[in-house]
Structures are given as structure tokens and as C-alpha cells.
């Protein structure tokens, strides 16, 4: 079983940055591709990014240039620092993996306001 719990949201100002972190539990941790999906109301989840257990990363394009997903895998735990936020990003954001089966966490808000 895996669970893994984000955190690191909030309220924002444009232009402004955060950074969200996934703890994820197990120790099949370091082989695991992860990634950070979002979802606004009526949409469905996106993937926003993702980074394998090589350390390569994808991004949507319409955050290429402004997050970046990082791992450590000695605290079982990735990153999405997040800059230049726009209001467009607002959203809840989930930790994923899939390990023969999916799994999600609960999720964080992020919402850029003025």
C-alpha cells in the first residue's frame, strides 16, 4: 500500500511562487515514476508534470519554464516549485504514481488571486 500526502498550498499572488511537497510512503519509492496532475472545477486532471526514477522530467507546455519537479528519494518525497504563478494555475494539485495499480493523494489548493 501507498499513500502520499502533498502539501504546500495556498493563496498567491500573481507572479508569485510556492512549493508543493508529496511524502509518499514505501519503500519502492526511488523506482517510481511520479507526478504532480491539477483540477479545476468541470475539468478533468491534467498532468502537469512528471520525473522518472532517472530523474527525467516532462512538463505540459503551459508550465515549461516556470515549475520544476524534483525528487529526493531519501525522504521518499518529490517537489514542484512553482514561479511566475498566473491566475490560470489555480487549481487543486495532485501527488501520483502508478505502481500497478494508481495511486492518489488527497490533494492541495493552490490559487493565485490578487
Known amino acids: 500500500q501507498v499513500q502520499l500526502v502533498e502539501s504546500g498550498g495556498g493563496l498567491v499572488q500573481p507572479g508569485g511562487s510556492l512549493r508543493l511537497s508529496c511524502a509518499a510512503s514505501g519503500s519502492i519509492f526511488s523506482a517510481a515514476v511520479m507526478a504532480w496532475y491539477r483540477q479545476t472545477p468541470g475539468k478533468g486532471r491534467e498532468l502537469v508534470a512528471s520525473i522518472t526514477s532517472d530523474y527525467r522530467t516532462n512538463y505540459v507546455d503551459s508550465v515549461k519554464g516556470r515549475f520544476t519537479i524534483s525528487r529526493d528519494n531519501a525522504k521518499n518525497t518529490i517537489y514542484l516549485q512553482s514561479n511566475s504563478l498566473k491566475p490560470e494555475d489555480t487549481a487543486v494539485y495532485y501527488c501520483?504514481?502508478?505502481?500497478?495499480?494508481?495511486?492518489w493523494g488527497k490533494g492541495t489548493l493552490v490559487t493565485v488571486s490578487s
Open positions: 501520483h504514481t502508478y505502481l500497478g495499480t494508481a495511486y
